[in-house]
């Protein structure tokens, strides 16, 4: 059983969670430190998999560096064999530093929901790969 919804479900959760401000902040370091306790919980790990955050912050729960195991992949299949053959690939958990990724993967997934419930447009679009079309085309509606 994921620890985490999958699919539309993530980019539900992270649209719920994450709060922008007027001044282009948002909450993003504190939903890792809450999602990194909802799943120690789940999996009984020590820590969680999201890392990183400002030097001159501290959130419960969330660390600064990448800590020891925590019972979760630190890479997808992909990444796994883009690693293998040397490729500099960052983890999907790391929340700040050079090369990360993992504040746009909060971020984007949350405005993805946006996208799949839009009134005009929402029931149109797939999420892939959980939601493959079987079908293709290149035209722009």
């Not at 020891?68 to 064999?81: D, K, P, V, W």
Request: net charge positive; charged share 25%.
């Amino acid at each position: 059983m994921p620890v985490l919804p999958e699919g539309r479900g993530l980019c539900a959760l992270f649209h719920e969670l994450i709060e922008d401000n007027e001044n282009g902040g948002n909450n993003r370091f504190e939903v890792a430190a809450a999602l990194n306790g909802r799943i120690r919980t789940l999996t009984g790990a020590e820590e969680g998999p999201f890392w990183g955050h400002p030097v001159k912050r501290k959130y419960d729960g969330l660390s600064f560096r990448k800590t020891r195991s925590t019972g979760i992949e630190e890479y997808r299949a992909i990444e796994q064999r883009l690693r293998a053959q040397k490729r500099n690939i960052q983890s999907a958990w790391k929340l700040m530093g050079a090369g990360a990724v993992g504040s746009q993967s909060l971020l984007g997934l949350g405005a993805v929901h946006r996208l799949l419930a839009h009134p005009a447009f929402g029931s149109r679009t797939r999420l892939w790969p959980f939601e493959p079309s079987g079908e293709t085309s290149d035209e722009i509606t």
